[in-house]
């Protein structure tokens, strides 16, 4: 006897299937057909092969790629290293840490522009707290403007980047210390582990899937983090902030070249995708240990 | 029975309704909608509105950072709106594009700008937006700051010489910086650099319409650029215009460059010249960058000979000088208005007689690469990282290539 195909759930999917094709598969379609063609404010618009592709690498694109994944690198990795010590300490027993964790929230809750402009005036030489600090302190002979020189406005996008991305870093770590066992903890201690041992040994080993987690999640955001640069120095100065984001977004829109604008794009995407891939990957592995472990 | 004839009735006033529905008339205007320029000229668009009653102006304010994006995204996309506020350096792009109409103006009505603000909105032979709002440049400078540097200089200083002279002996005798220079990535560093050179007698683009950016009337302003910049504030790159006002206000900066706004804006300078753009070595005087905002028409939205009356009425000479007062703009025709603005105001002065003089925002098609290239060549000598021949050379080579030559 032959079964009967039951279309019901198919049927239900519909929406959502037209919703993803429609918001999603539509315009990365269409980006990826722009960035064949040499589109731009004017009307007609030819199909020009790779020629986007080719040019964008002999501008200096190589260049905002480095950049850009150096920018990251520092930016990631100071964001763990700091989010992981602020886990550590709001989730230690001392009194009063619910404030602490309601109070490291706010980077993160104030609206990003909100937060960079305070940044922007912080970074200022002459009314800005840390070029005024700096002189009181000694270390600066009169006022420095951070973001006036390439290599100091380079940082300050990092710091200012850090700045926010390290509170969700710290309470996602924070959430994963507290679901590990007290009980072993407890035994360790009573093993006469010092704390760093048992920091070391227990808490470290047991966070790591989610560390490798929001690493790359936190790779994902700062690689695509746009308004920071963007208010603080636009790229400048002489493109030593741009990033690949920036650079799209002034090729594509600023300038209305929107077909090497749609070739950038597609570069993006492509790391992007890239890192989504390795995301998953680690998603299925810890999904398949922690199957075995129960 | 009686809900179809509920339905019927309310479907006939549908339609009649609809048959008697004004056209809507989309007007993009860029910045904040609470200032009294804009309750003027909503008061302008009412009248309009009276005499056109088969059109209603749906008029959107959107800030300057996103504005000029969305009207020339919206046309390029196919969906333009009917009018929009643009600066005038885009016009270029969105003529050769086909995106925006020409105005047919008569002689007279050309006889009522001056040549030099025509040149901001004129390509080859045809205007392509009229001009809404308009400014000039002039040099503020702290007069008690001039005397407590010991400078005899009772007039101000009038060449690049005097500005680098002033700019030393202010910073050597004083705890302030001399003349303040913005050169962030950003539109203004470029229009700043623009009035030193046309009062240098550089071009960007020549006559021609060929590329000049290289010749050592540009060369020599960068040097200028590189030699005033030991005294000016410390790191410029971080400054734009707007940054550069409470460093004077404050007294930290003896000179800046700002608009007729800035007369409203002294802050603690009690004693304050406002002076013509110095004139550089090369120059034939004193100039100044003239910057206009016009109201363009987009093709291809079926109400254009609505939108162009609109724009029309908008811009006559009457209009158009009271929103010039309103808006505290440099009057954009020089008319009885202006002269007595400059009678009850002298201050305003140095912006109206430098009109003439003045050079206008290079019109090129990628005007914001060409920005970027200048940006970058100002920004490199500044820092040191090039000398001003090869940062003119490297920027002209840039810009030949974006004008095709």
Same mark, same amino acid.
């Given at each position: ?5 039951d ?18 598969a539509?315009? +990365? ?7 064949? =063609? ?5 009307? !007609? ?14 501008? @200096? ?14 930016? #990631?990795?100071? /964001? ?11 989730n ?13 929230m706010p980077?993160?809750?104030v609206?990003?522009?909100i937060?960079v402009?305070?940044?922007?005036w ?15 302190l000694?270390?600066? @002979? ?10 100091s406005a ?9 700045w ?5 870093v710290a ?18 201690? =009573? ?6 041992y048992r920091?070391?040994r227990?808490?470290?080993p047991?966070?790591?899937p ?12 700062t690689?695509?983090?746009? &308004?920071i640069?963007?208010?603080? =120095?636009?790229?400048g100065?002489?493109g030593s902030t741009t ?5 799209t977004? /002034?090729?594509?829109l %600023?300038?209305?070249?929107?077909g090497e604008?749609a070739a ?9 995708s ?7 990957? +680690?998603?299925?592995?810890? =999904? ?7 | 029975?009686?809900?179809?004839h509920?339905?019927?009735? !309310?479907a006939?006033?549908?339609?009649? !309704? ?15 909608s609470?200032?009294?320029?804009v309750? !003027?000229?909503?008061?302008h *668009?009412a009248?309009?509105?009276?005499a056109?009653p $088969? ?6 304010f959107?800030?300057?950072?996103q504005?000029q994006?969305k009207s ?8 333009p ?14 003529? $050769? ?10 002689d007279?009505?050309l006889?009522?700008?001056s &040549?030099s ?6 390509i080859g ?17 702290? /007069? ?9 200089m009772?007039?101000g ?12 002996? *202010?910073?050597?005798?004083t $705890? ?7 050169a ?7 229009h ?12 960007? #683009?020549?006559? @021609? ?11 020599e302003?960068?040097q200028?650029? /590189? ?8 790191g ?7 940054k550069?006002?409470?460093l ?8 800046y ?13 009690e ?10 070595p090369?120059?034939d005087g004193?100039s100044?960058l ?6 363009? #028409?987009?093709?291809?939205t ?7 009356s609109l ?5 006559? #000479?009457?209009?158009?000088s ?8 440099t009057p ?8 007595? +603005?400059?009678?009850s ?7 109206i ?13 990628e005007?914001?690469a ?15 990282e090039?000398s ?5 050379k490297?920027? %002209?080579d840039?810009?030949? &290539?974006?004008?095709?030559?």
């Amino acid at each position: 006897m032959q079964r009967k195909i039951d279309y019901f759930p198919y049927l239900m999917l519909v929406p959502a299937l037209a919703l993803v094709m429609t918001i999603v598969a539509w315009p +990365l379609i269409e980006t990826f057909r722009l960035s064949f =063609t040499n589109a731009s404010m004017r009307r !007609t618009v030819d199909y020009v092969g790779f020629k986007n592709y080719i040019e964008i690498f002999e501008d @200096d694109f190589a260049e905002v790629i480095v950049r850009t994944f150096i920018w990251m690198f520092f930016g #990631v990795t100071i /964001k763990l290293v700091m989010g992981t010590l602020g886990a550590v300490l709001l989730n230690a027993a001392v009194p009063g840490r619910s404030l602490f964790r309601v109070l490291v929230m706010p980077p993160w809750i104030v609206p990003i522009a909100i937060g960079v402009f305070m940044w922007s005036w912080m970074y200022n030489g002459q009314f800005g707290m840390i070029s005024g600090l700096g002189q009181r302190l000694g270390l600066l @002979d009169g006022p420095f403007e951070f973001l006036a020189y390439g290599s100091s406005a380079f940082i300050a996008t990092i710091v200012t980047d850090v700045w926010i991305g390290t509170p969700l870093v710290a309470l996602y770590l924070l959430a994963a210390m507290q679901s590990i066992p007290k009980e072993l903890y407890e035994a360790a201690w =009573t093993d006469g582990a010092s704390r760093f041992y048992r920091f070391r040994r227990v808490t470290l080993p047991l966070i790591a899937p989610s560390i490798a987690t929001m690493a790359l999640l936190s790779a994902i955001w700062t690689f695509n983090s746009f &308004e920071i640069i963007w208010i603080l =120095t636009e790229g400048g100065p002489r493109g030593s902030t741009t990033t690949m984001i920036i650079d799209t977004y /002034k090729t594509g829109l %600023a300038r209305f070249r929107y077909g090497e604008g749609a070739a950038r794009a597609v570069m993006i995407l492509v790391f992007l995708s890239a890192f989504a891939a390795l995301y998953v990957a +680690l998603l299925v592995r810890l =999904t398949r240990r922690n199957g075995a472990q129960s | 029975m009686k809900l179809r004839h509920i339905l019927a009735t !309310t479907a006939l006033f549908a339609l009649g !309704t609809g048959a008697q529905a004004a056209t809507e008339l989309k007007f993009i205007n860029c910045g904040g909608s609470d200032s009294d320029f804009v309750t !003027t000229q909503g008061e302008h *668009i009412a009248e309009w509105e009276a005499a056109n009653p $088969d059109y209603k102006v749906a008029l959107e304010f959107i800030p300057w950072g996103q504005c000029q994006e969305k009207s020339i995204t919206l046309a390029a996309a196919g969906n333009p709106v009917a009018v929009s506020y643009m600066g005038s350096r885009v016009l270029k792009q969105l003529a $050769d594009s086909e995106l925006i109409r020409p105005f047919n103006l008569t002689d007279e009505e050309l006889g009522s700008y001056s &040549e030099s603000v025509l040149r901001t909105v004129r390509i080859g032979d045809q205007v392509w937006g009229l001009p809404r709002a308009f400014s000039t440049k002039a040099l503020f400078w702290n /007069k008690d700051l001039f005397e407590a540097a010991g400078l005899d200089m009772p007039e101000g200083p009038k060449t690049f010489a005097d500005v680098i002279a002033a700019s030393k002996a *202010i910073d050597e005798n004083t $705890d302030a910086k001399g003349l303040g220079i913005a050169a962030a990535s950003f539109d203004n560093t470029m229009h700043q650099f623009l009035n030193w050179m046309y009062s240098n007698g550089g071009e960007v #683009v020549d006559a @021609d319409g060929k590329v000049a950016f290289d010749s050592p009337e540009v060369v020599e302003t960068l040097q200028f650029f /590189k030699d005033v910049s030991a005294y000016a504030q410390e790191g410029p790159i971080a400054y734009d215009r707007a940054k550069l006002e409470p460093l004077f206000q404050e007294g930290q900066i003896a000179m800046y460059v700002s608009g007729g706004w800035g007369r409203g804006r002294l802050g603690n300078v009690e004693n304050a010249g406002i002076n013509l753009i110095p004139a550089g070595p090369s120059g034939d005087g004193h100039s100044t960058l003239l910057i206009t905002d016009s109201l363009v #028409v987009f093709e291809g939205t079926g109400v254009e000979e609505a939108a162009e009356s609109l724009v029309r009425y908008l811009t006559s #000479v009457e209009k158009q000088s009271e929103a010039d007062r309103k808006g505290g703009w440099t009057p954009i025709r020089q008319t009885t208005d202006t002269e007595e +603005l400059i009678a009850s105001d002298p201050t305003w002065e140095p912006f109206i007689v430098s009109i003439p003089t003045g050079g206008p925002e290079p019109l090129m098609y990628e005007y914001a690469a060409m920005q970027d290239a200048i940006n970058e060549a100002i920004q490199g000598v500044i820092l040191g990282e090039v000398s001003p021949a090869e940062a003119a050379k490297a920027a %002209a080579d840039e810009l030949r &290539e974006l004008n095709g030559e």
